[in-house]
């Protein structure tokens, strides 16, 4: 069983930058495909950007890959999402999904079999 936990959602003003942590527990977190979703009130979750087991590849949302950064830090067992030029549209709350492994759909949530129970972004215009 693996325990994630996010972190660092607030409310911010538009324009800001904000970064979020996830924290995964278990032995094997190298090892572990890791994303970031969001969903907003109303809406269905959607990928945000995420990286891949084995080869640390990194994907991105197409509207969040100019502002967005994702990274790990495996010494930590921690995931982080920088973000940068904040706009109302971000406002959602943002979850961290945790898999073993590589996985061909790395933007489908379904293919994730470990959630936190998110951290809450606020964006003010």
């Known amino acids: 069983q693996v325990q994630v936990i996010e972190s660092g959602g607030r409310l911010v003003q538009a324009g800001d930058s904000l970064t979020l942590s996830c924290t995964a527990s278990?032995?094997?977190?190298?090892?572990?495909?890791l994303a970031w979703f969001r969903q907003a009130p109303g809406k269905e979750r959607e990928f945000v950007g995420g990286?891949?087991?084995?080869?640390?590849?990194?994907n991105y949302k197409d509207s969040v890959k100019a502002r967005f950064a994702v990274t790990r830090d495996n010494d930590r067992n921690t995931l982080y999402l920088k973000m940068n030029r904040l706009i109302p549209d971000d406002t959602a709350k943002y979850f961290c999904?945790?898999?073993?492994?590589?996985?061909?759909?790395?933007?489908?949530?379904?293919?994730?079999?470990?959630w936190g129970q998110g951290t809450q972004v606020t964006v003010s215009s």
């Open positions: 999904g945790v898999r073993f492994g590589f996985t061909a759909q790395p933007m489908n949530a379904s293919r994730y079999g470990y």
């Open positions: 278990g032995p094997s977190f190298r090892t572990y495909t």
């Open positions: 990286i891949m087991a084995p080869d640390n590849v990194i």
